[in-house]
């Protein structure tokens, strides 16, 4: 199993920067792509970002210039470092790993537990 906690949320005025952060703990072998969704009450789960295994990136075009993904292997961490921040952007924010536990096992998909982002204008 793999463990995902997120942290570097909070309350942010219009215009401001916040860096979420996301570390695996537990059973992991290798870890594929990495993450970021977001999900605002009384709408579906979004994906922000990506980053593969080689670092490329993708962005939602709502984000894109403003927001940058990055990962430390090392660390089993990605990051998500928010900038130019809009009341838009509040929402839970959840990190994504594509990982498996042994050389055996088939990639699955974990989730962390979310961190509150809020934006106020």
């Given at each position: 199993?793999v463990?995902?906690?997120?942290?570097?949320?909070?309350?942010?005025?219009?215009?401001?920067?916040?860096?979420?952060?996301?570390?695996?703990?537990?059973?992991?072998?290798?870890?594929?792509?990495?993450?970021?969704?977001?999900?605002?009450?009384?709408?579906q789960?979004?994906?922000?970002?990506?980053?593969?295994?080689?670092?490329?990136?993708?962005?939602?075009?709502?984000?894109?210039?403003?927001?940058?993904?990055?990962?430390?292997?090392?660390k089993?961490?990605?990051?998500?470092?928010?900038?130019?921040?809009?009341p838009?952007?509040?929402?839970?924010?959840?990190?994504?790993?594509?990982?498996?536990?042994?050389?055996?096992?088939?990639?699955?998909?974990?989730?962390?537990?979310?961190?509150?982002?809020?934006?106020?204008?």
């Amino acid at each position: 199993q793999v463990q995902l906690v997120e942290s570097g949320g909070g309350l942010v005025q219009s215009g401001g920067s916040l860096r979420l952060s996301c570390v695996a703990s537990g059973s992991i072998f290798r870890i594929n792509a990495m993450a970021w969704y977001r999900q605002s009450p009384g709408k579906q789960r979004e994906l922000v970002a990506t980053i593969s295994s080689g670092s490329s990136t993708n962005y939602q075009d709502s984000v894109r210039g403003r927001f940058s993904i990055s990962r430390d292997n090392a660390k089993n961490s990605v990051y998500l470092q928010m900038n130019s921040l809009k009341p838009e952007d509040t929402a839970v924010y959840y990190c994504s790993v594509e990982a498996r536990s042994t050389y055996y096992s088939n990639f699955l998909q974990y989730w962390g537990q979310g961190t509150q982002v809020t934006v106020s204008s």
